[in-house]
């Protein structure tokens, strides 16, 4: 299972699988990574799936992605067979947005805080995406 979906993965995988309390999520496959890196593309249907998934994440949690009230925060993580601390990618609080903004600083009343999760949003994107 570990080559398939990753150390991370497949250890969430096994978790859940003995009845562990772990937040919802869903893993995107290695053999679809090296698809998309061979074609420059997403492999058929694989779309259509991530916002499947992504939906009954919402449906469970309550939660809307990229909405204004009640924002769905995700964290995308990358992985591999082997651990490799420190050389992974990750981005957190995918789904903050503008509008989430004022949402955060109401739930939480703390505005530092609010601010400073779009800004690791911002930083990490543009770190692990555009190499800057």
Do not use: Y
């Not at 061979?38 to 694989?46: A, I, R, S």
């Not at 505005?111 to 190499?131: K, N, P, T, Y």
């Amino acid at each position: 299972m570990t080559s398939l979906l990753g150390g991370k993965g497949a250890g969430l995988a096994e978790m859940i699988n003995i009845g562990l309390n772990v937040p919802p999520g869903f893993t995107i496959t290695t053999e679809a990574c090296i698809d998309f890196l061979k074609n420059d593309h997403f492999p058929e249907g694989m779309w259509d799936q991530t916002l499947e998934k992504l939906h009954e994440i919402e449906k469970r949690t309550g939660k809307k992605f990229g909405g204004s009230e009640n924002p769905l925060l995700v964290s995308v993580r990358s992985g591999a067979p082997i651990s490799m601390p420190g050389m992974m990618d990750t981005i957190l609080n995918v789904g903050r947005n503008d509008s989430a903004l004022a949402s955060l600083i109401k739930a939480t009343g703390n505005e530092r805080f609010a601010l400073d999760s779009f800004r690791r949003l911002i930083q990490m994107f543009g770190d692990v995406v555009f190499g800057i």
